[in-house]
């Protein structure tokens, strides 16, 4: 009788549990995004014209400031605004700290031609033979590859179940072994605490485990 209880409880939560955390998140962005109606004169705003507040109108006018902002900055005079705008912020304390950085990091995230976090990489840490999911930032680490003279890549290697915080290592190349598995399995993975594992593709072979030579 236990049992059967247990079985349906869990059967219960199973359905349950993924709709009301997916609902709370949905819920938690859309009230955020609502502050960006306090941006439009109080004249234009829906409870002006409706007579009541519309939740999620928030999100339709951040798209179209986020929209408008870029046909803006598109064109010659918009680009001019923009470098004298951040020519300005530049000569601020520690706020040109923060925006140079977020800058930077919006930057290599965005742009097409960039690879942070479009590639799954397979690392030995944090010890060898303990094997941890990680997501490429960039190649190439000026300096420290320099000084250690070996081709390094740098990987951001997250913690569970919250995959905002985490490590930044460097790896040698030859160590770091790109998956298959798509940058949103590789989440779910991390997310799921390993619990939801990405299946193999039809077709793939394991890929070879790359060591440096004389250690086995």
Do not use: C, H
């Amino acid at each position: 009788m236990l049992i059967t209880l247990r079985r349906y409880l869990i059967a219960g939560l199973l359905v349950w549990l993924p709709l009301v955390v997916t609902g709370f998140i949905i819920k938690l962005l859309v009230d955020l995004l609502d502050f960006t109606v306090l941006l439009l004169p109080p004249d234009w705003r829906p409870e002006a014209w409706l007579g009541f507040s519309v939740p999620g109108a928030g999100v339709v006018v951040a798209i179209v400031i986020v929209f408008v902002t870029g046909v803006v900055v598109a064109n010659l005079v918009g680009r001019r605004l923009v470098s004298f705008g951040e020519g300005i912020v530049q000569r601020i304390p520690l706020v040109s700290s923060i925006y140079s950085a977020v800058k930077q990091v919006s930057e290599t995230l965005l742009s097409d031609g960039g690879q942070a976090f479009r590639k799954v990489m397979l690392i030995e840490y944090p010890r060898r033979g303990t094997w941890s999911v990680a997501f490429l930032t960039s190649a190439g680490a000026g300096e420290m590859q320099r000084r250690t003279g070996r081709d390094l890549v740098q990987v951001f290697v997250p913690t569970t179940p919250n995959p905002t915080s985490g490590f930044v290592l460097m790896v040698p190349r030859e160590e770091a072994i790109e998956l298959d598995m798509t940058v949103e399995d590789g989440l779910k993975f991390v997310m799921s605490l390993g619990v939801v594992v990405p299946p193999e593709r039809p077709g793939e072979a394991p890929a070879p485990v790359a060591r440096e030579q004389g250690r086995s």
